[in-house]
């Protein structure tokens, strides 16, 4: 499974971004896909999470009510849109997949077996 992010930029506080991250490989419908940021000095912290077949979701409580995750299984694509940015949302975002026990939700990132390569999101103030 190889997965590609991006959409990342710079965006000024209370602005909007949406990352997409495609998959190719597998069956995408079949992954639980993952949202994870690392910023500058932190260790990568779980942003949200979608289940395969459910759609369940998860959201960090930092980003709950404005981060919104959805996924196109017809276009191998997860999507993570971000709104009312804060500068503290500046990170890296990497999407991730997991393959096993995917239709339960898992916020820990030793769990997803496939990651992309990130995308950088700065938020100014």
């Known amino acids: 499974v190889q997965l590609q992010a991006y959409g990342g930029g710079l965006v000024q506080a209370g602005g909007s971004l949406r990352l997409s991250c495609v998959a190719s490989g597998g069956t995408f419908s079949n992954y639980a896909m993952g949202w994870f940021r690392q910023a500058p000095g932190k260790e990568r912290e779980f942003v949200s999470t979608?289940?395969?077949?459910?759609?369940?979701?998860a959201y960090a409580d930092s980003v709950k009510g404005r981060f919104t995750v959805s996924r196109d299984n017809a276009k191998n694509t997860v999507y993570l849109q971000m709104n009312s940015l804060k500068p503290e949302d500046t990170a890296v975002y990497y999407c991730a997949a997991r393959t096993s026990r995917v239709t339960v939700i898992s916020r820990r990132a030793a769990e997803y077996a496939y990651w992309g390569q990130g995308t950088l999101v700065t938020v100014s103030s």
């Open positions: 979608m289940v395969s077949w459910s759609g369940s979701t």
